[in-house]
């Protein structure tokens, strides 16, 4: 985590202009998607960079970001995940909620529509959740009681559900209820 401190913040110890360089700032967790990437910080709060094409870095624009920016209104969060053009944070709030943004073309945003969102929005009645993981345009969530919900694009069957139809909103994952661990790929989600 220093190096990566020093590479994407700026700041480390015999840095030439030692007296400007900002206090620390301790990553707690990183995810990489395609052509961006988030950082949780140690207090909470949450800084993306790279592509920006749809909003994806949550700062509220589309401009491509080659600096970390942070993710507007975002606090507490726990853990994120990032996917192909759309990012979502799980909040450390005492409920296990998820704000997600970006792209929202196939719903993976789960928020019940298709508009795309340059700041997180909550995702509706997701609860508990105990871990994400987001497909190319999809999104999985492991809950405390091991089952998982996902949405977003369905066109293969990466939802889980029994049907090959997008959903807009979580959907349980048929059959499973013993779930440690979950991922999403392109196309594909795996517990």
Do not use: M, Y
Request: net charge negative; charged share 15%; glycine share 14%.
């Amino acid at each position: 985590v220093e190096w990566l401190f020093v590479v994407l913040f700026g700041a480390a110890s015999g840095c030439a202009n030692e007296e400007r360089a900002p206090s620390a700032v301790r990553v707690s967790n990183i995810a990489v998607g395609i052509g961006s990437a988030c950082a949780v910080l140690e207090e909470g709060t949450v800084r993306c960079w790279g592509d920006n094409s749809a909003g994806q870095l949550g700062d509220g624009t589309k401009q491509v970001r080659q600096r970390p920016v942070e993710v507007v209104g975002l606090a507490n969060v726990r853990s994120l995940a990032v996917g192909f053009l759309h990012a979502c944070a799980l909040l450390q709030d005492g409920h296990g909620t998820v704000k997600c943004w970006g792209d929202n073309a196939t719903f993976q945003l789960g928020d019940a529509t298709a508009t795309s969102r340059s700041v997180p929005a909550p995702v509706p009645g997701l609860e508990k959740v105990e871990a994400l993981s987001l497909g190319t345009s999809h999104s999985c969530a492991l809950l405390e009681d091991g089952t998982v919900k996902c949405w977003g694009d369905n066109t293969v069957g990466q939802l889980g559900d029994g049907t090959f139809i997008s959903r807009a909103s979580p959907r349980p994952v048929v059959g499973l209820t013993d779930a440690t661990a979950i991922g999403a790929g392109r196309g594909t989600s795996c517990a």
